[in-house]
C-alpha cells in the first residue's frame, strides 16, 4: 500500500435520465444492485484478491442518506468480515484530496474551490486533513444552478455536462446574467437561475422557438456568468490570503470554461493552478482511496458503531 491507484470502477446510474434529476430512493436502490459488482470489478481491475486488502476506506457524508447507507454497511461488514480497520472518509475532503493522487501535487496551504451538485467551497487546505471552508454558497451549489438551467432549456439530466458541450460552440457573451452582490468570500446561485427562468420564460413568450434556436449561445452565456462569479470570488480569496497555489476540485471541475477560466487568470495572477484530470473530478473511488490512504498512515481508523452522515462539516 503507497497511495499508487490500481483500479476507479464507477457504476453509472442511468435511472434518474427519466426523471431528470437524482431521485433519492431510486439511487439508494440501485446503489445496493451496484455495489458488489462494483467491488469484486475493482479487485479484478486493480489484479488484488479480497484477502490481501489491509483496510477499507469509506464515503461517510456528507450526500444521500440511503446512498451512504449502502456504502457505510457494506464497508463495515467487509472489514468486520476481514478483520481489517474502517477509516471514514468526507466526500468534500476527498474531492480535495484528489490533488495528492498524481503529481505536481499542490503544497499547504492552499486554496481549493470545490464545486459539485451540492456544494460550492473555497477551502483554505492548511494540511490533509486540516481544512478551514473560508466561503461558500448561501443557497444553491454551482452544480445545481446549471443542472436546473438545462432543466429549465429543456435538455435532459445531467445537464452539467451538455451545458459544456453546447457552450463551446455558443457565444458567451451573447447574453448578459446578473453578478450577485454577496458580501466576503461567500457565493449565491438562486437569483442567476431565477433571472435564467425568467429570461426563458420572457423570450419564448415572443419566440416560441427561442431556446432551440439560441440553445448553443444561452449555454455558453450562462457557463460564463457562472465561471465568472466562482473566479472573481477565487481570486479576492487568493489575495486576502495571499496564496498562489490554487486548485479546483468536485464534478463541475470537469468544466471547460472553468478549467479555461482557471488556467487563464492563473497565468494572470502568477499561481500554480492545479486542475484534476478529468475521472477524479466528478465523484469517483480513487479520490476516496486517497484520503484513506493518508487516514491509514496516521492510523486514524473508526469502530463498528460508525453510520453515514448526511451533513458532515470537515
Ligand atoms: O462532485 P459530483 O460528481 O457530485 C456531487 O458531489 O454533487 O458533481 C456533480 C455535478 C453536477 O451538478 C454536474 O452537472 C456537474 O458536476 N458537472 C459539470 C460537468 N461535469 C459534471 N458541470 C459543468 N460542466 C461539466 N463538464
Ligand atoms: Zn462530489
Request: aromatic residues 8%; proline residues 5%.
Amino acid at each position: 500500500m503507497d497511495g499508487t491507484i490500481l483500479s476507479n470502477v464507477i457504476a453509472n446510474q442511468t435511472i434518474h435520465e427519466a426523471y431528470g434529476g437524482v431521485v433519492p430512493e431510486l439511487a439508494s436502490r440501485v446503489h445496493q444492485q451496484n455495489i458488489v459488482p462494483a467491488v469484486q470489478q475493482a479487485l479484478v481491475n486493480a489484479k488484488v484478491d479480497k484477502n490481501d486488502i489491509g483496510a477499507v476506506a469509506f464515503t461517510r457524508g456528507p450526500g444521500l442518506l440511503g446512498s451512504l447507507l449502502v456504502g457505510v454497511s457494506f464497508a463495515k461488514a467487509f472489514a468486520l468480515g476481514k478483520g481489517i480497520p474502517l477509516i471514514e472518509v468526507n466526500h468534500m475532503q476527498a474531492h480535495v484530496l484528489a490533488h495528492f493522487i498524481d503529481d505536481p501535487k499542490p503544497a499547504f496551504p492552499f486554496l481549493c474551490l470545490t464545486v459539485s451538485g451540492g456544494h460550492t467551497q473555497i477551502v483554505l487546505v492548511k494540511d490533509y486533513f486540516d481544512m478551514e471552508v473560508v466561503g461558500q454558497t448561501n443557497d444553491d451549489a454551482a452544480g445545481e444552478a446549471l443542472d436546473k438551467t438545462s432543466k429549465i432549456l429543456g435538455l435532459p439530466y445531467p445537464g452539467g455536462p451538455l451545458i459544456d458541450k453546447n457552450a463551446r460552440l455558443g457565444n458567451p457573451d451573447a447574453y448578459q446574467f446578473p453578478e450577485p452582490q454577496i458580501p466576503g468570500l461567500d457565493f449565491s446561485f438562486s437569483g442567476l437561475k431565477t433571472a435564467i427562468l425568467y429570461f426563458v420564460r420572457d423570450n419564448v413568450a415572443k419566440n416560441a422557438n427561442f431556446v432551440q434556436e439560441n440553445m448553443n449561445d444561452i449555454c455558453a452565456s450562462v457557463e460564463k456568468r457562472v465561471v465568472t462569479i466562482l473566479l472573481n470570488k477565487l481570486k479576492k480569496a487568493a489575495l486576502q490570503y495571499g496564496i498562489k497555489d490554487i486548485a479546483l476540485a468536485g464534478g463541475v471541475s470537469a468544466n471547460t470554461g472553468l478549467r479555461n477560466g482557471l488556467k487563464k487568470l492563473g497565468e494572470e495572477m502568477g499561481w500554480n493552478t492545479f486542475i484534476p484530470k478529468f475521472e477524479y473530478c466528478t465523484d469517483n473511488a480513487a479520490m476516496i482511496a486517497i484520503a484513506g490512504y493518508y487516514k491509514f498512515l496516521k492510523g486514524d481508523f473508526v469502530g463498528q458503531d460508525i453510520g453515514p452522515l448526511a451533513q458532515m462539516p470537515f
